[in-house]
């Protein structure tokens, strides 16, 4: 089935927040701090005060204290101001707000504003931070270190190794570049609350902690997200500047509206990854695996965000898809003078996947044995699930062998090899690589509870969601669910979703947790319909419950007798009349649900990357990305491979392309799409798509999530594509974004001649 969404989309028809007029509304645009680390001494505002247009222009003092905070056991230290006090941390950290009649006159007016700094030593990396009497971010706790776990038993983990392989990777700072930047459009209320509206992944998260910041009842925010273009991780949590914007439109008594121009989102909107890892993988000759050992680096940027502790996702995927039966890993989370990390895509798991992938083929390097062998030797069976691996993460189901199976089929794996052989014994300019990575990841990591709603009136169906689309699906697949369960035409199915008003409750969407757990409660709801639905008929019709049964067509009626069906919209017009109800029951057939999942689910899969290097430039061309993942049961398969194009897409712009990079100083130096750059069409090569189904038994569809696997699973396979083909000169590790100047150094380096 198409998607419902994509002909709104494709005509330009989508309605997001920037679109909304509302007349009268003031223009909010933030002074934001040119230092990255620094005291504010003072903030002029008189000459921007006076500009025309201007209503207002606000500093910390003028404002609620601060944001709650997400590393709890730091929250007095380490809460966020809503405008800097006292102290700047970042370049971008906002330290002012104009109000102005229009944005033209507020941006002139920012420019107003004179911030002065005392410029303290700024700590821009981890090794900056990490260093002998390094400037401290937070000097009351002593340290830039801010979170810290792990686990490892007594002896040692790689004992018993005939050999052991070693590495340093970096997952380098990716930005998350959503189509649509950040937003906020807050309308005052007469009962002191407000209507806010902001491109969110969570409205009740956001709505939540709005309310805290501004010390103000939440059930007076009426919290509304629209279409959203795109989030990625970096949606989930609440801005500073979407909880100023309310807090001026309360102040203020008008509408006041936000959005970010693109290089200012570059700054203030969460970063991902910037994870370090240092590894260390034991086998034995014959390639099974010993143990592992990790130790991992994580930097949290400015404010510790989910970012600070993201390497406990990394930790609950360290064994990857394998029987690894010693395991220690160590982790910790520093700040440091960059723009605060959070989730994108993925967020802990590609980082676990690119790690645990790299160190399989350094391992067959090693032993000079085929990649694929070593997975093969070392791969979960499928008898073994459920698994629960020496991190304690629980594997539900599994069969990694077909997936990998299945890919190198697709790939043509045997002919691609003899091409690479040929290559190598002409010695090609252009070398050929092939890139591995049997992946796995774990979905509906945290929250595994969600709400939903099945809505039945004789003119339609409306469907309610607490998960929230920004470009997934739902509006097609949780119509498709309702449509299948109460018999009623998918086009007279209405989803609605990002409401707070209407939409009780609900986790949002991250973790790719919407189909399983929102999806599973909205087919609850339906299914309950129905069945109210058949006690209904049946006591209008004087039936007995057992005899009135669900048609082919998905009719209620008395089985064996198909001219008393009825649809389940006349039946709901026999609903609106008490009359017409059994005892006990309330008109209408509106029935909630609220799915809790025990356990998440672990989807999985193997892409294969085919890439070209030129080993006179360094200059990488991907010819062919193979991918065959596993979400469990496949519901709309469009859905599915249009996640895994995404994600495929923003894997390799991890692998190639994108790198956030400050100087010693902390000022930034990709701070437009001039110099950050992003994967293209004609980059990004035709993604071959193929799956296996092994379903799960956490949830009644068999689902697993597919949001995020296309991410997982093809960086990896880029990486070791590379390496792959330049294997024969000896190179062994390129950290990413695998430049073409990374390449040729690479290989400047290995040849030593300086060729």
């Known amino acids: ?250 102040k203020l008594g008008r509408a006041v509206r936000w959005h970010e121009g693109r290089s200012e989102g570059l700054l203030s909107m969460s970063h991902g990854r910037d994870q370090r890892q240092h590894l260390e993988l034991g086998a034995r000759r014959d390639g099974t695996i010993v143990g592992m050992r990790w130790t991992v680096t994580q930097d949290a940027g400015a404010y510790p965000l989910d970012g600070a502790i993201m390497a406990d996702l990394t930790q609950r995927m360290a064994s990857g898809a394998y029987r690894i039966p010693a395991l220690e890993f160590r982790w910790r989370g520093v700040v440091t003078n960059t723009t605060p990390t959070d989730n994108y895509r993925g967020a802990g798991r590609p980082e676990a996947a690119m790690a645990v992938e790299r160190m399989m083929d350094l391992l067959a390097a090693e032993l000079d044995m085929d990649p694929v062998e070593v997975r093969r030797r070392n791969f979960l069976a499928p008898e073994d699930f459920p698994h629960v691996t020496a991190s304690g993460e629980r594997y539900d189901s599994g069969d990694y062998a077909a997936a990998l199976d299945l890919a190198l089929a697709n790939a043509g794996y045997e002919e691609l090899r003899e091409e690479q052989a040929e290559r190598r014994r002409r010695g090609d300019r252009r070398q050929l690589g092939i890139g591995i990575s049997s992946y796995v990841e774990v979905t509906a990591p945290g929250g595994r509870k969600d709400w939903g709603r099945a809505e039945v009136t004789p003119e339609g169906v409306v469907i309610f969601s607490g998960a929230l689309s920004h470009g997934h699906g739902h509006e097609t697949v949780f119509a498709q669910l309702a449509a299948r369960i109460l018999g009623v035409p998918f086009e007279r199915i209405r989803f609605v979703q990002g409401d707070t008003d209407f939409v009780v409750r609900g986790g949002g969407t991250m973790g790719s947790r919407s189909l399983q757990m929102a999806g599973t409660a909205v087919t609850r709801a339906a299914e309950g319909a129905f069945e109210k639905a058949r006690r209904i008929y049946a006591h209008h019709r004087e039936a007995a419950l057992d005899d009135v049964v669900r048609f082919d067509d998905g009719r209620i009626g008395i089985a064996g007798v198909p001219d008393s069906a009825m649809s389940i919209l006349e039946v709901a017009a026999l609903a609106a009349d008490p009359a017409n109800l059994p005892p006990g029951e309330e008109p209408g057939i509106v029935v909630d649900d609220i799915w809790e999942q025990a356990e998440a689910t672990v989807p999985f899969g193997t892409h294969i990357s085919v890439v070209e290097v030129d080993t006179e430039t360094g200059e990488v061309e991907i010819l062919r990305h193979i991918a065959c993942d596993d979400c469990g049961r496949i519901l709309n398969r469009m859905v599915v491979d249009g996640q895994i194009h995404g994600g495929v897409a923003q894997g390799i712009g991890q692998a190639l392309y994108e790198h956030f990079r400050y100087d010693e100083d902390g000022n930034p130096l990709t701070a437009n799409l001039t110099s950050y750059l992003l994967p293209t069409a004609t980059t990004v090569p035709l993604i071959e798509v193929d799956h296996t189904e092994t379903p799960t038994d956490q949830n009644p569809l068999g689902v697993k999530g597919i949001g995020e696997a296309g991410t997982i699973g093809s960086t990896p396979a880029v990486v070791n594509a590379v390496h792959d083909a330049l294997r024969p000169f000896g190179v062994r590790h390129i950290d990413m974004p695998l430049t073409p100047a990374r390449v040729w150094e690479a290989l400047r380096a290995a040849r030593g001649d300086g060729a």
């Open 1 to 250: 089935m198409k998607r419902a969404e994509d002909p709104r989309f494709v005509a330009g028809q989508g309605n997001y927040v920037t679109d909304m007029a509302v007349d009268g509304a003031l223009w909010a645009v933030f002074v934001r701090s040119t230092v990255a680390h620094g005291t504010i001494t003072s903030i002029d505002t008189s000459a921007a005060s006076a500009m025309p247009g201007v209503v207002a222009v606000l500093t910390a003092d003028d404002l609620p204290e601060s944001m709650p905070a997400v590393v709890r056991s730091l929250d007095e230290v380490t809460r966020r101001p809503l405008l800097a006090r006292d102290r700047v941390r970042h370049v971008g950290d906002p330290v002012a707000v104009v109000v102005a009649e229009s944005e033209r006159e507020a941006i002139d007016a920012a420019d107003a504003v004179w911030v002065e700094y005392d410029v303290l030593p700024a700590v821009a990396s981890l090794d900056a931070a990490l260093a002998d009497g390094a400037e401290l971010l937070y000097p009351e706790i002593g340290t830039n270190v801010v979170a810290e776990g792990g686990f490892g038993p007594e002896e040692d983990v790689l004992a018993g190794a005939d050999v052991v392989v070693t590495a340093e990777i970096h997952n380098q700072r990716v930005a998350p570049v959503p189509l649509e930047t950040s937003n906020t459009l807050a309308i005052p209320r007469p009962d002191g609350g407000a209507e806010v509206w902001l491109g969110s992944q969570a409205i009740h998260y956001t709505r939540n902690t709005i309310s805290r910041a501004l010390g103000i009842d939440r059930e007076l925010l009426h919290v509304r997200t629209p279409d959203t273009g795109g989030g990625f991780g970096a949606k989930i949590n609440c801005y500073r500047e979407q909880a100023v914007v309310v807090a001026l439109a309360l």
